[in-house]
């Protein structure tokens, strides 16, 4: 039962990890193709390569999800706990792309395994929760807006006497830098999660005692997220590059880098698992921002919000009907 609990759980962390590549591939890509400054495939073949080389760069973020959120639990009930986390951030992640909303698949998973956990009776660490997700959460998107707003000022500012035509199309040149690393800081934060997980799971079973990350473990998540990253998650990208505001090149940019920034100092300084699309879908309203306020449709964008502070919860619910369905016909 330990072994085939393993299996079963590592089964279902590989599939979050692919859903998590397939749902989020739109963080890193859609402000690029919606710019035309690369084309979707192209796009999407040098996000999956980056995400693969992003999970190499750290284990902050992985060590985080792993001690940090929950307390390991033991034995086949804690096989469940996880098994029953993967499954409500799963649920969460195919209802939102369904319907084509940029959630975070990050904290799809926290409120999986916040759920799972008080459904099992296990301790969850509410200053971790509260320090390293619910104030990154509302930190990390405030920062993204004024940053993408005073970035997009500062383009604007700088190349305010350039030829409009030249700039667009150094721009779009740009943006495949931009758009790469993005890409290599969605696998630095997200391939992290899983291994996370995976890195539980192998100590509950007892296979592991230390807090190390084996490299099968770091190659295995990276594959699966670069695999649904290259699989595309189209619903999504439409909003992120359409339906919030008409991108153009330099906003594009402006808008992708600020959140890479972002994303690589809360990685590399804070360890903090934070949402790559909080923060790129709050980066290109604030870059719409600078055209007029009207330019962004608020609409929308309050739709997308509203569903950042759903996803916690709902996926907890998920995941705690899932850990008593699992208990009450297996045990």
């Given amino acids: 039962m330990d072994m085939a609990a393993l299996i079963a759980v590592l089964g279902v962390a590989f599939f979050f990890t692919y859903t998590n590549g397939f749902h989020d591939s739109a963080n890193a890509i859609a402000t690029s193709v919606s710019t035309r400054a690369l084309t979707p495939r192209a796009a999407l073949a040098m996000a999956a390569v980056m995400n693969l080389a992003g999970a190499f760069l750290g284990s902050g973020v992985a060590h985080t999800v792993s001690q940090g959120i929950i307390e390991t639990p033991t034995g086949n009930q804690g096989m469940v706990i996880l ?70 000022l500062a383009i604007l500012w700088i190349f305010r006497r350039a030829n409009p035509h030249r700039a667009k199309r150094n721009f779009r040149v740009a943006q495949t830098a931009s758009a790469a690393a993005m890409a290599l800081a969605h696998g630095l934060q997200d391939a992290q999660k899983t291994m996370g997980i995976v890195v539980m799971a192998l100590t509950i079973s007892g296979h592991q005692t ?49 959140a890479s920034t972002v994303m690589y100092i809360t990685s590399f300084v804070f360890k903090a698992p934070i949402s790559t699309t909080h923060v790129i879908t709050s980066a290109i309203m604030g870059v719409g921002a600078t055209k007029r306020i009207r330019a962004v449709r608020w609409g929308v964008a309050k739709n997308i919000v509203l569903g950042w502070f759903i996803t ?12 008593w369905f699992v208990h009450l016909f297996w045990g």
């Avoid at 649904?228 to 008409?246: H, Q, S």
């Avoid at 916690?312 to 850990?323: F, K």
């Fill in 210 to 258: 230390t807090d190390d990350i084996p490299v099968w473990v770091k190659i295995s998540c990276a594959t699966m997220l670069s695999l649904g990253t290259y699989a595309g998650g189209w619903r999504i990208m439409r909003t992120l590059g359409r339906k919030i505001i008409e991108l153009d090149p330099p906003q594009g940019f402006a808008a992708e880098a600020t």
């Fill in 312 to 323: 916690m919860p709902a996926a907890a619910v998920v995941a705690a009907l899932m850990y």
């Fill in 83 to 152: 098994f029953a986390a993967l499954v409500g951030a799963i649920t969460w992640n195919l209802v939102t792309w369904y319907f084509g909303l940029p959630s975070s698949s990050s904290h799809a998973l926290f409120g999986g395994m916040v759920g799972a956990a008080l459904a099992g009776g296990t301790e969850v660490f509410w200053n971790g929760v509260v320090d390293k997700i619910v104030i990154p959460m509302i930190v990390s998107p405030i920062v993204g807006l004024v940053g993408g707003y005073l970035v997009m």
